[in-house]
């Protein structure tokens, strides 16, 4: 069915004080196949917002184009129902506000004019081959909600989702609810004055979870196989009883931590080396049995000395800190006051962390008679005859060596997540894939990989690309930390708690809340057939024309969310409850038979042949940059706000992650004679933040292949470049833009130009 499309062009913000929007719109009227187009001075306005509704219902309208201010303006305003197809056209950020009408260029109004024009052009064109999304066709889904893991986090989070409403499955390997919390004698300060160490706060989470008509608790259980996509999880769990299958709609994994091995430690800090040297775990557990006394004789130390960080933020051993070991050492320090009065202990740190309020409960420990603090580099542990410990410090606040006497050596170890199982965690090193092999039970579904995470099985997922959680290089379940804490690379499993990252039980109870809130909005998202972050709604999917595949499995090896399986043959097997809808798949895919109704190769390569491209003879250059809508789009326009310019060569399309750019549209513009191709994506290596994961980095990977082939075809290689920036570098973008320009100009047109 042909679109019937109708153009509105807006005049205000400056629109028309940069170029003639009534040519425009006769360009529109005469060039481009549209049902109508109309100018107004102001149409995010009512009344014109009221004509467009009106012009939908009389003239049949499909597709909208509002040619205008940023799409990120209004949105709400430009709503006309999933019938409709809307585009929004950045007249005012891409020419108004960042061309220079005083620019030392020939005929620049004209430049201008047609720079405005070609925005138009590549609107009409996305909308000829664009379709309004339909929402996919979802079986029925499950609104359950299953969390696996019942320390404070999992507890937290199986209350908020029972509480909201939602049927929880509460899963814990052990033959008791409460985590680390029901071991512990205390915890740190949680309430106002944040002076005094208070009672671990498992006792009433856990009568609260068992008394909850919603929340069906499983103890010693365990998690055999997950199979299926979000909304439709198919769970089997293991326990005494036997097994026991669920139909799940998302998943909470909060299975906590694990102390760091200290048998690596025994060289630098005598664990295991000298008899009176324990770990702050058993600390724990000595003041919660009531008795502090040395391993080796069982008698009551007279000095105690507390290394912190002890292997933490040290490459050789765990080079992250874990957040909350120095306020347990300084619990802990309380203890042994308490129970032995006549102790000393010692404090030996390299930095205090007790940050916020937390500061009160520092300033508490520094009043204590008898615990004395000491900063500096620890050099030596060894046994100083009698039994006890001598532990040697460089680096301190005197400028000389001080050497400490104790008769029991504590070692504040660090916090390990349980998705990293018999791995070398430290060398700071990813772990690696084990080959992808059949699992077992999997019947003839091919390709399943023992586990991505080398030793973890905590969910036993049946995804191709491994049976857990994807992790950072530290093993934690990774996420884009800043915009979209709790989220994993699976969609509809949500981490909360120390699984997630290093934190005290205060934040694990946050994290317990937060992620449960994810869980809730997946499970409302996916009957709707709508996406989760970071396009939110988003009803597109996409489709695959199979009968083309080669099955080279690049988009089931480049998926970050393991959204595609494969058959025997290799071909893919979409799960597009699982997809996020960046794209990535329909970049890697070198037949270009990946596309959604709204976002598709051909529109995209329809959109670089309808700008207008001068004669070389011209001296008219031509510059195409893809942006990423996430991070380098929203920067561009708070640039433009600023009313930085950029060249008027260049035009922009907006990509849905720079990671869905095929190299095929590279081509296509060298081949129509762009002289030179700028991505703009988010950032990516060990703290990315790029939004769909690995965009960026697989963007770069491609475009070093095409400037490898462009040096083979006796082109310069700068003429492709990708840079990745993030919403504060704003300020950057128009810089790295006409640098660029600045660049290409000074090499010379693309000698493909005229041909």
């Not at 070609?118 to 609104?143: I, Q």
């Not at 791995?423 to 991505?452: F, I, L, Y």
């Amino acid at each position: 069915m042909e679109a019937k499309t109708g153009v509105y062009i807006c005049s205000g913000c400056g629109i028309k004080d940069s170029c003639n929007v009534e040519a425009i719109a006769k360009m529109v009227e005469d060039e481009l196949d549209v049902e109508l187009c109309k100018v107004d001075p102001l149409v995010c306005g009512d009344e014109c917002v009221a004509g467009i509704k009106a012009d939908i219902e009389a003239a049949g309208l499909d597709h909208v184009v509002i040619a205008g201010c940023s799409g990120r303006y209004f949105s709400d305003r430009f709503k006309f129902g999933d019938n409709v197809l809307i585009d929004r056209v950045a007249l005012r950020e891409f020419v108004a506000w960042t061309s220079d009408p005083q620019a030392d260029i020939d005929d620049i109004e004209e430049v201008i004019q047609e720079q405005a024009e070609d925005y138009l052009r590549m609107s009409a064109a996305r909308m000829k081959y664009s379709e309004a999304p339909v929402p996919m066709d979802v079986e029925e889904t499950s609104r359950d909600i299953m969390v696996v893991g019942a320390g404070v986090a999992g507890l937290n989070a199986a209350l908020a989702a029972a509480d909201a409403g939602y049927k929880v499955t509460l899963v814990e390997k052990e033959a008791e609810l409460g985590g680390w919390s029901r071991k512990f004698k205390t915890v740190i300060p949680q309430a106002a004055p944040y002076r005094e160490p208070q009672a671990p706060p498992h006792t009433e989470l856990v009568k609260a979870v068992n008394d909850h008509e919603l929340i069906k608790v499983l103890t010693s259980s365990t998690v055999t196989r997950t199979s299926g996509q979000p909304g439709q999880f198919d769970v089997t769990i293991q326990n005494g009883s036997g097994e026991e299958k669920l139909r799940i709609g998302a998943i909470v994994q909060a299975t906590g931590w694990l102390p760091y091995d200290p048998t690596r430690l025994a060289d630098k800090y005598g664990y295991g080396r000298l008899p009176n040297v324990i770990t702050n775990v058993m600390m724990e557990e000595m003041a919660a049995a009531g008795r502090i006394a040395r391993p080796s004789d069982g008698a009551a130390p007279k000095a105690v000395a507390i290394i912190h960080c002890a292997g933490s933020r040290d490459r050789e051993f765990l080079p992250y800190c874990s957040a909350v070991c120095c306020r347990v050492a300084m619990k802990q320090a309380l203890y042994i006051r308490e129970q032995m009065p006549d102790t000393d202990v010692y404090l030996l740190y390299k930095d205090i962390r007790s940050p916020g309020v937390f500061e009160q409960f520092y300033a508490r420990v520094q009043d204590e008679e008898g615990i004395y603090l000491t900063k500096g580099e620890v050099v030596e542990v060894v046994e100083d005859g009698n039994g006890g410990v001598s532990v040697t410090l460089d680096d301190t606040l005197l400028g000389e060596n001080i050497t400490v006497q104790a008769d029991m050596l504590v070692l504040a170890t660090g916090m390990v997540p349980t998705t990293l199982v018999e791995t070398d965690e430290t060398d700071g090193a990813e772990t690696e894939e084990k080959p992808a092999e059949e699992s077992p039970g999997d019947g003839d579904e091919k390709s399943r990989a023992a586990g991505a995470e080398t030793g973890a099985n905590i969910l036993a997922l049946t995804y191709r690309q491994g049976t857990d959680l994807p992790t950072l290089k530290y093993g934690f379940p990774d996420s884009h930390f800043i915009c979209f804490p709790y989220e994993t690379r699976r969609t509809g499993i949500y981490a909360a708690g120390a699984v997630r990252a290093p934190m005290d039980m205060g934040m694990a109870r946050n994290d317990g809340l937060g992620a449960a809130l994810k869980a809730i909005q997946a499970v409302e998202a996916f009957p709707l057939g709508r996406a989760l972050h970071p396009r939110s709604g988003d009803i597109s999917f996409p489709e695959f024309f199979l009968q083309r595949c080669t099955q080279c499995k690049r988009c089931t090896e480049e998926c970050p969310f393991g959204s595609l399986d494969e058959d025997d043959k290799g071909t893919p097997e979409p799960n597009l409850l699982r997809c996020r809808r960046c794209g990535i798949c329909m970049g890697a895919c070198p037949e270009r038979i990946i596309s959604f109704k709204d976002y598709s190769p051909n529109m995209i390569s329809q959109m670089i042949k309808v700008i207008s491209m001068p004669e070389e003879d011209d001296e008219r250059p031509r510059y195409l940059v893809f942006m990423c809508e996430n991070d380098a789009l929203p920067a561009f326009d708070i640039a433009a706000w600023h009313r930085h310019k950029i060249s008027p060569w260049v035009r922009i399309i907006p990509v849905r992650c720079i990671g869905s750019v095929n190299t095929v549209f590279i081509a296509d513009a060298l081949n129509g004679g762009f002289d030179g191709i700028l991505l703009l994506g988010c950032k990516r290596g060990d703290d990315y933040q790029c939004h769909f994961v690995r965009g960026s980095e697989l963007a770069n990977t491609r475009m070093e292949n095409v400037q490898e082939k462009l040096l083979q075809l006796s082109l310069e290689e700068e003429r492709v470049q990708i840079h990745e920036v993030e919403l504060s570098d704003w300020d950057r973008i128009p810089e790295i833009i006409n640098d660029f320009v600045e660049e290409i100009n000074d090499i010379g047109p693309n000698p493909f130009k005229d041909f």
